[in-house]
């Protein structure tokens, strides 16, 4: 029987946000597919069955009109072949932001009645194993970090400009294989954030109804996240720029962030500013707005950017940032009756704290390893724009993974303009982000290509209803909403209610600054959320429609009991 296929990305566009290139796509695609058959492995499924879903793991995610998706059969397909599906499946559905009542059956295989006993003796056996990577995860998190850590110094220590064509796409696949190996340990710890805050979610809504759940993620100051490590260095060099005048003047002078960064290298280069700005970059800068997407610049290639960023941080934006940081609230008391409830639940919130810092550590890795990966495929862009075969070194990005090391051809030039025009066409439409069809993915592109996503702001009273993600001793924020569609590492944002479609963790470097966070896409469990909670942060998530139909500059509300932001009527005089 054919099912509706059903492709989503409410999820995928934290990582993946608007278009994509070619490049990233099938590189992504290629990853997602290499790395689950590892995770299923690891996970105790058997050979047979990963056999017989083999078509699976290459369509985990799939490219509708240059935007990636993920095609949710095949994820249910997958959590099936886990045990506790029946819990599992709910888990998956609040972890990805799949919204209730789109419920998805995925057909599950059919026993024969010998067939069930090893099934079950299996299951046992699975469960156990499972159990045990669980416990085993602060030793398997350490040891990734190490072997991670040691192979990309080995792969940064490379000088890619004097390899050949062959060598670097040789270098590609060393790469693409290390990544994949060592990569099943994040997957089994994200897989492990979902198990821990799903079973904690449960018992929490069961043993204390109408209470805060997220605000039980929090990680509490015990931990730090890895995530908030690029704010806080670069807090400490804007403070050490304040306390010298000449700098200071040099960064608050009218003069174009290239040239100061040019003045910094010549009359600057032995100070602990530059010294600490190049540790910055070598450290943190693939950690851009976008950084899963290969076209996105990093600072690697424009260190000037490090300029924009830091002068955006003022001095009076350190202490507004430590007042954040420092500020949690430190109520760990649980709200359940009895000792041993409060004891199994404070068990699986640690438990849940936990994955989800090792989620956040593993994120910066896989930032630093796209970014090595952006410098190899311009590397071998430069290869073929020698040869003739490309226009420049960034038409690489518009070929996939596999027709950049077929050879040196002639005729990729054509093809490369064709894609640039596509590319550039399904930039301006705006896209579902689910989509319900039996048809093929021409059909559908066609159609949504026909009949576009059509959002019109509305000049009446507006009202977004979204759910809270982080809630501070204020029940209600007030303040000025500042739009932002895409990532504007310049714009006022300062004390502003920071309104957008999705953001991801190149971002958070301007999370301290700003009033409250309302994002359209992503659940509890999503990068905005997490960053939110921890630095004390008013943020609600999954209030579709924000960005169109709220003014930029309007006076808004949020109501952190409720979850609705309301655009408050302006008095004209």
């Known amino acids: 029987s054919t099912m509706t296929r059903i492709y989503d990305n409410s999820n995928l566009a934290e990582s993946y946000a608007g278009v994509v290139t070619p490049l990233t796509a099938s590189f992504a695609r290629d990853l997602y597919d290499g790395v689950y058959r590892h995770f299923t492995a690891f996970m105790g499924v058997s050979a047979s069955l990963r056999r017989t879903h083999e078509a699976m793991f290459g369509r985990m995610i799939v490219t509708i009109g240059y935007h990636l998706y993920y095609d949710i059969r095949n994820w249910y397909t997958l959590v099936s072949l886990l045990p506790g599906y029946r819990y599992n499946k709910s888990f998956f559905e609040q972890m990805l932001g799949i919204p209730p009542g789109a419920h998805v059956e995925t057909e ?23 159990c045990v990577v669980f416990l085993q995860m602060p030793f398997l998190v350490r040891r990734f970090n190490r072997r991670f850590d040691h192979a990309f110094s080995e792969f940064t220590r490379m000088n890619l400009s004097t390899m050949s064509y062959e060598e670097l796409c040789a270098h590609y696949q060393l790469v693409r294989r290390t990544l994949v190996r060592l990569w099943r340990v994040p997957i089994a710890n994200d897989f492990a954030v979902m198990v821990s805050t799903g079973i904690a979610r449960a018992l929490y809504s069961a043993w204390a109804p109408g209470s805060d759940f997220a605000l039980q993620l929090r990680l509490a100051s015990k931990m730090q996240l890895a995530a908030l490590d690029p704010g806080r260095l670069l807090i400490s060099i804007v ?29 600057y280069a032995d100070t602990e500013v ?17 950084e899963l997407k290969l076209e996105a610049p990093t600072l690697h290639e424009s260190p000037e950017n490090s300029i924009l960023m830091l002068r955006a941080l003022s001095a009076t934006a350190g ?27 404070s068990l699986i919130l640690a438990w849940a704290r936990r994955s989800i810092r090792y989620r956040e550590e593993t994120r910066l890795r896989r930032t630093q390893i796209f970014g090595h ?21 960034t038409d690489v990005l518009f070929l996939t993974a596999e027709e950049m090391c077929a050879g040196v051809q002639s005729s990729w030039k054509d093809v490369v303009s064709a894609r640039k025009q596509e590319y550039a066409l399904w930039r301006t439409i705006s896209t579902p982000s689910r989509i319900e069809s039996d048809d093929s993915i021409l059909d559908i592109e066609r159609r949504v290509r026909a009949e576009p996503v059509r959002h019109t702001p509305s000049t009446a009273a507006v009202v977004v209803q979204g759910v809270v993600a982080s809630r501070t001793d204020e029940m209600v924020v007030h303040g000025e909403a500042w739009v932002l569609r895409e990532f504007d590492g310049a714009a006022d944002f300062h004390d502003k209610i920071l309104i957008t479609r999705h953001t991801d ?51 808004v509300s949020l109501d952190l009991h409720t979850g609705l932001v309301t655009v408050r009527p302006t008095k004209n005089a």
């Open 274 to 290: 530059f010294r600490l700005i190049q540790a910055y970059i070598a450290q943190y800068g693939s950690r851009v707005p976008n």
């Open 108 to 130: 599950l295989v059919q026993e024969s009645f010998l067939g069930k006993v090893t099934a079950r003796v299996r299951l046992l056996l699975q469960i156990g194993l499972i």
């Open 319 to 345: 202490n507004l940032y430590r007042r954040r940081v420092g500020s949690a609230v430190e109520d760990n008391s649980l709200p359940v009756s009895g000792r041993f409830r409060r004891m199994v639940l």
């Open 239 to 267: 403070e050490r720029i304040d306390s010298q005048p000449k700098l200071a003047a040099l960064f608050a002078g009218p003069t174009v962030a290239k040239e100061v960064y040019r003045t910094l290298c010549e009359e």
């Open 505 to 555: 963790p190149g971002w958070t470097v301007i999370f301290p600054f700003v009033r409250a966070i309302v994002v359209e896409r992503g659940g509890i469990l999503s990068h905005a959320s997490i960053v939110a909670r921890e630095m004390n942060i008013p943020c609600i998530i999954g209030a579709v429609g924000a960005t169109d139909s709220i003014p930029q500059g309007a006076a």
């Open 373 to 393: 990966a952006r410098q190899v495929f311009l590397s071998i862009g430069d290869r073929l724009a020698q040869a003739g075969t490309l226009s420049e070194r």
